[in-house]
C-alpha cells in the first residue's frame, strides 16, 4: 500500500484534503450510475478537482502510480460506464460547473463539465438561445456525462444527438498534457476531428475540462399531438409514413400498451388511448404559427390513414405539458410493478413494429412484464424490463430479457445503444456489431492515446 | 526498379490493363488539384478499381512494395490534398460511382465514393430527398472527395457540413482488411465516432469504398433576399444581428465591393447594388410559404437598421436562381483580371467585417487584387487574390498575401480552413493552430491507423 498511500497525499497535496474522498461510507455513493446490471468496484479515492489544472495533477499523479482513473458527472448513466473498478480514483467533475460564457452573437456557450443540463438551459434561455441534447436526466445530470456518452434524449429527431452541438473541446490527455481541439467557429476542417472522437469515448480517452457548445434559437411553443393506434404495427407504419412524407416533428414518441398502461395507473389519469389501444404515438412542432400547424395536420393525416382510432392536437401549452409529463412519468409509473431495467437499442424507423412485437414475445419467454417506450422519430427505443430485485431467478431472467432485446435490434439492422453507450455492460455486445476489425481499430486508438491504460480501463472494451 | 515492376504487375493483375495507367501524358492529369500553390510529384501509376475488394488489393500491394498511395476523386479539392508525390500510387475512385439503394422510408442513402454530388442529389430529388452539402464544385466533385475533405458548401447555415449527413462508412484501411463504422440508423453510440474521424482526414488514414448518407426532406423553393450596405462594418453588423435575432436562413453570403464589380462586369448586368455600395449580402429562406416570408421580413428589418442602403426580397424563382447565379460567377468573374489563388478561413461571425478589412490592407501590402467572397452566415469567408501566373514576382506576392489572410484570420480567433482543409499547402499553419499537443495526437492517431505511413503521407502534417 506504499504506493497508494503516496498518491492520496499527492492527491490530497494538490486539491485540498475536502476534495480527496477514502471513507467508505461517502465513497459508496460514487461507486455506480443507475444501471443495475453492471459491475462495480470500491475506489481507493474519489476525487474533485476543482480546475483543469487539478484534473492534470490528478491525472500525473495516478498515471505514476499505475492507479486507473474512471472519471464521472453525477452518475445518471445507464451503462455503468462511470462505475468505479476496484482500487481506482473515481474522478467526479461535478464540482467544475461554471457556465464560463454565453457569447449570443456567436450563438455558442463555454462550459465547465460538471454544468447540469437544465441549468445550461436556463441560463442560455435568457438569451433566446436553446442547447437541445435533453437526456431524460437532463435536470440533475452534467454536461461533461452528456459529452462523454454522446447523449440523446427527446429532441433529437429534429435536432440530432450531442455531438452535433459540439464546437471544441479540452481535454486532459493521460501524459497530463491538456489538448484543445476543434474551435469556437460553426465550420472548420483543420485537423482530424478529434472534438467528435473523445464525444461518446465515455471516459477511455481522456477527461473533459471544457466545453464550447453551439446553441440555436429559442424554438417556439410546442404544438402537440397525440394519436391512439389498434395495433403496433399501425403505430409502425405511421412512424414510416411521417419519415416518408418529409415531416420533420420537433418530438416523436412512442408507448406501447404496457407503458400506457403504468403511467394511466400511476397518474390516476386517462391518457384518452381507451380500451383496445395498442400504442400511443406522441408528437410535437416547435415550429410555430401556420407552420407548426401545417406539420401537426400532416402527421394527424398520416395516423389517421395508418389506422389510429384517436387522434388529437392541442396548442394549449398546459395540455401539451401534461402529455409529455405522461411520456416522462413511464419510469416511475413502472416502479410500482417493481425494479426497473430499461435497455436502449436503435433500429431503422420501419423497423419499430417489429421491434415492439419481439419484445412481446422476449416478455412471455421470460415471464417479465417488459413496457416499450422510446424515440420513435429516429427508431431508438427503450423496451424497459420489470422485475422483482430481492429475486435472484427474476433478476437472471431480467438479465436474459436484456441481452434478448440487443439480439433482437441487431438481427433488425439496428445498434446495441442508440444513446446510452456500452459501458461495462455491453463490451461482448460492441464487438459483435462492430466485428474484429472494428474492435482493433479501437483498440489502436486507445493504444494511442492512452497507452498505459489509465482512463477507465475495462470500460467498452477490453485492449487485449 | 525492381519492386516497381513486380508491384505494376501486381496492381494490372489485379485491376485489369485499362485500370492501371503509367502513360505519363495520362497520368499527368491525376498530378494535383485546383489549387496553384501546392506542391506535386510524378506518380509511379494511377490506378482506377471498380471495387472495395479492387481496393484491398491496391492497398495490399502497395504496402507490400511500400510504395505510398495518395487516394482521390475527381481533384476539385483546394489544398493539394490530393495531389500525388513523386513515385506514389494515385488511387483514384471515380470508376466505383455507384449509387447503390436509395430507402426513402428510412431516409437515406447508400454511395460508393466516385459519385458526384450532383449525380446523388438529383438521384434523391426524385424521392423528395434532399442531400444537403453542396460545394462550389458540386456538379462534378465526387462524395469521396467530399467526405476526405468535410466538404461545406453554401448550405451549412442551415443544414451543416458534410459530417453531418454521414451515418457510417467502410473503409479500406492500411492492412487492406475492411472496417465498417457507423450504422443505418439515425442514432447510435456503439464505440468511438470513427466515421467521424475518417471524415476530413483528407486521404491519410484509409480509403472510403462506401458511405451511407442521412439524407432530408426536400426543401420548399426558395425566397432570396439581397441587400446592398454603404460599408463592410454595416454588412458585418447585419450578419451578427441575424444570428442573435435567431433567423436561420438556408443561405447568406456576402460579396465585397471587388466581388461585386467583378461579377457585374462578368455578367454585364447590375446586381441592384449602385455606386457606393462596399458589401452585398445575398440570403435565401427555404421554409416555404408564410414562415419563408417572416425570415425574410425579420433578415429585411435588421439589413435595414444596420443601414443598408437598398434591400430587395422576391419569392420569384428565375429572379431568385439570377441572384444566385451571380453569387456563384464570382471565380469565373475574377479570372478575367488574372489567375485566382482562393484563401478559405472561418472566424466567428461577428468578425467577418474585420476580417474584410483586413484583406483590403494585405491587397494595398503586396499590390493585387484581393476580393473576398463567402459564407457570411457561418463566417466562412474566401478572400480571393488575382495574380498574373506569368510573373514569379506577381506569384510571391500572392503566396504572401495567402498566408497573410490565414494569419489575420488566427488573430481574429478564426481558423486556417473552414471547409478546403490543410492538404499540402497549411501544414504550418495546422501546427500553429493546434499546437504541439494536437499535432503530437494527430501522429498518435496517424501512427496507430497507419504504421506504414501508405496513406498520403506529409499531407495535412508530418510524422514526425
Known amino acids: 500500500m506504499r504506493t497508494d498511500t503516496g498518491l492520496l497525499a499527492t492527491l490530497t497535496d494538490a486539491l485540498g484534503k475536502d476534495a480527496v474522498l477514502v471513507d467508505p461510507d461517502v465513497t459508496g455513493s460514487y461507486r455506480r450510475d443507475m444501471m443495475p446490471l453492471a459491475p462495480h468496484g470500491a475506489p481507493l479515492a474519489v476525487v474533485l478537482p476543482g480546475s483543469a489544472e487539478e484534473v492534470q495533477a490528478v491525472v500525473r499523479a495516478c498515471a505514476a502510480a499505475g492507479v486507473p482513473i474512471v472519471p464521472r458527472g453525477a452518475g445518471s448513466g445507464l451503462s455503468g460506464a462511470a462505475n468505479a473498478i476496484e482500487g481506482c480514483v473515481v474522478l ?12 449570443p452573437d456567436n450563438r455558442l456557450a463555454v462550459v465547465q463539465p460538471g454544468v447540469v443540463n437544465l441549468d445550461l438551459r436556463g441560463a442560455v434561455e435568457k438569451h433566446g438561445l436553446f442547447y437541445p441534447p435533453d437526456p431524460s436526466s437532463y435536470d440533475w445530470c452534467t454536461i461533461g456525462g452528456n459529452l462523454s456518452t454522446n447523449a440523446g434524449g427527446l429532441c433529437c429527431v429534429k435536432y440530432g444527438v450531442t455531438t452535433d452541438s459540439v464546437l471544441g473541446l479540452e481535454v486532459v490527455l493521460a501524459d497530463g498534457e491538456l489538448l484543445r481541439t476543434g474551435r469556437r467557429t460553426v465550420k472548420g476542417v483543420a485537423g482530424y476531428d478529434l472534438t467528435k472522437l473523445f464525444i461518446g469515448s465515455e471516459g477511455t480517452l481522456g477527461v473533459i475540462t471544457q466545453a464550447t457548445l453551439a446553441l440555436r434559437p429559442l424554438p417556439q411553443a410546442p404544438g402537440t399531438l397525440v394519436a391512439a393506434f389498434p395495433s403496433v404495427a399501425a403505430a409502425g407504419v405511421a412512424v414510416s409514413r411521417v419519415v416518408r412524407e418529409g415531416v420533420v416533428p420537433s418530438l416523436m414518441e412512442i408507448l406501447d400498451s404496457t407503458s400506457i398502461a403504468a403511467v394511466e395507473a400511476h397518474l390516476k389519469t386517462e391518457l384518452g388511448a381507451g380500451s383496445g389501444c395498442a400504442a400511443l404515438l406522441l408528437c410535437q412542432s416547435d415550429s410555430g404559427g401556420e407552420q407548426a400547424g401545417r406539420e401537426l395536420a400532416a402527421i394527424e393525416q398520416v395516423c389517421r390513414d395508418a389506422g389510429a382510432d384517436l387522434v388529437h392536437s392541442t396548442f394549449d401549452p398546459a395540455e401539451g405539458a401534461m402529455l409529455l409529463a405522461a411520456r416522462r412519468a413511464v419510469l416511475p409509473a413502472l416502479e410500482e410493478y417493481g425494479t426497473w431495467m430499461t435497455d436502449d437499442v436503435c433500429v431503422p424507423r420501419t423497423r419499430i413494429a417489429d421491434l415492439i412485437a419481439g419484445c412481446e414475445r422476449i416478455s412471455a419467454e ?26 435472484e431467478d427474476e433478476f437472471a431472467r431480467a438479465n436474459q430479457a436484456f441481452h434478448d432485446i440487443l439480439a433482437l435490434g441487431l438481427s433488425l439492422g439496428g445498434t446495441v445503444t442508440g444513446e446510452h453507450g456500452i459501458g461495462k455492460i455491453k463490451r461482448e455486445w460492441l464487438a459483435r456489431e462492430i466485428g474484429p476489425v472494428g474492435v482493433r481499430t479501437h483498440r489502436a486508438i486507445k493504444a494511442a492515446l492512452d497507452p498505459g491504460n489509465l482512463f477507465n480501463p475495462g470500460s467498452m472494451f477490453d485492449l487485449s
Chains 1, 2 share one sequence.
Open 92 to 103: 467526479v467533475t461535478t464540482r467544475m460547473n461554471e457556465i464560463v460564457e454565453v457569447d
Open 366 to 391: 421470460v415471464g417479465l412484464k417488459v413496457a416499450v417506450v422510446g424515440h420513435a422519430g429516429d427508431g431508438n427505443m427503450h423496451p424497459t424490463i420489470i422485475y422483482d430485485a430481492s429475486s
